[in-house]
C-alpha cells in the first residue's frame, strides 16, 4: 500500500504545496450570503469542493465547524469528505484529537480506517497527553496508508505556556515532540507519512527541525497574519517539507468559484516564490 508521504510528495509535486482548509464558521456563512444552518453549510462545503478539490493537493475540513450542527452535520462533512477524495485531493481532517487506550484507539478507527464514512487520507492530532498515547494512531495510519500530523509549536499565545516549557533533559516539550515524530519518519523515502503543526506566526522557533522527514502543516497563514514569507524565518533550512495552509484569506473570495480559484492560485504563487528563496 502507498504512504501517505508518498501520496503527499506526489500530489505537491503536481499541484502544488498549498492547503485550503474548510472552515464554514457563521462570518464567512453570513460574507457569502449563506444562512447558518445546514443548508448554508452544505453550500458552503460544496461549492469549496467544485472550486478547490481537482487543484489543491491538500484540502482541510475543521470538523468543529460541522458537527455544531450535529447528526446532520456529520453527514454533511462525509458527504464532503467524499466529493473531496472523487475530485483527488487528499483530505486532512482538522480534529485534533488526542487521549489514551481504546479511545484513541477509536478516534483511529473513526478517521483512519477505511471502512469508516469519514475515513480520510490524514488527521491531526494533540499529543498533550504523550507522544506516546497516540500510538493506536500512529499504528493503524501505516497499516493504512495514512498520515497524522502532530500539534508541536502553535499559533496561539496560548501555547508557549505548554509547548515552550522544559523537560528533565532540558529539552522543551516541543522539542520532544518533534524527536518522537523525526523517529517515527526514520528511513522513510520520499517522505514520512508523520507530519508536525507548527505555526507561521511564530518567528524564529529556536528548535531543531531538521530530522522530521516528514511534513510540517504550517497553519496561520493569511487572516491570522503571517506571510508565506514569514515561513523563511520560522523553518530555515526544513522548508522543502513545509505545506502551508490558507483557509480565510482564500475562502473570503467566494462564493464565486472563479475567486476562490483566483485566490488559490495567487497563494500558491506566493508560497511557491517563498519555499524556494533559500
Given at each position: ?57 491538500v484540502i482541510k475540513p475543521q470538523s468543529a465547524f460541522f458537527e455544531r450542527f450535529g447528526a446532520r452535520g456529520v453527514e454533511i462533512l462525509e458527504s464532503t469528505i467524499r466529493q473531496l477524495r472523487d475530485s483527488g485531493s487528499l483530505v486532512l481532517l482538522d480534529v485534533k484529537r488526542g487521549d ?179
Amino acid at each position: 500500500m502507498e504512504t501517505f508521504g508518498a501520496r503527499l510528495h506526489r500530489a505537491v509535486t503536481e499541484r502544488g504545496p498549498l492547503c485550503v482548509g474548510i472552515d464554514p464558521h457563521p462570518g464567512l456563512l453570513a460574507r457569502w450570503g449563506l444562512p447558518d444552518d445546514v443548508t448554508g453549510l452544505d453550500r458552503f462545503a460544496r461549492t469549496v469542493v467544485e472550486a478547490l478539490g481537482d487543484r489543491v493537493a491538500v484540502i482541510k475540513p475543521q470538523s468543529a465547524f460541522f458537527e455544531r450542527f450535529g447528526a446532520r452535520g456529520v453527514e454533511i462533512l462525509e458527504s464532503t469528505i467524499r466529493q473531496l477524495r472523487d475530485s483527488g485531493s487528499l483530505v486532512l481532517l482538522d480534529v485534533k484529537r488526542g487521549d489514551i487506550g481504546s479511545t484513541v484507539a477509536a478516534y483511529a478507527a473513526a478517521y483512519l480506517d477505511p471502512s469508516s464514512p469519514l475515513y480520510v487520507d490524514a488527521v491531526t492530532a494533540s499529543p498533550y497527553l504523550g507522544v506516546g498515547s497516540l500510538a493506536p494512531m500512529f499504528e493503524l495510519a501505516a497499516a493504512h496508508g495514512g498520515g497524522v500530523f502532530v500539534l508541536a509549536l502553535t499559533s496561539n499565545p496560548e501555547g508557549a505556556a505548554v509547548q515552550r516549557a522544559r523537560a528533565a533533559d532540558g529539552r522543551t516539550v516541543a522539542q520532544t515532540v518533534i524527536d518522537e515524530i523525526s523517529q517515527l519518519n526514520a528511513g522513510a523515502e520520499p517522505l514520512g507519512s508523520f507530519g508536525l503543526v507548527v505555526g507561521a506566526t511564530i518567528g524564529d522557533t529556536g528548535h531543531d527541525l531538521s530530522a522530521v522527514n516528514g511534513p510540517l502543516l504550517s497553519p496561520g497563514l493569511g487572516a491570522q497574519g503571517a506571510t508565506p514569507a514569514d515561513l523563511r524565518l520560522v523553518f530555515g533550512s526544513s522548508l522543502p517539507t513545509v505545506l502551508p495552509s490558507y483557509s480565510r484569506k482564500v475562502l473570503g473570495a467566494g462564493p464565486d468559484v472563479d475567486a476562490l480559484r483566483a485566490a488559490a492560485e495567487r497563494a500558491l504563487a506566493d508560497c511557491r516564490a517563498a519555499l524556494a528563496a533559500r
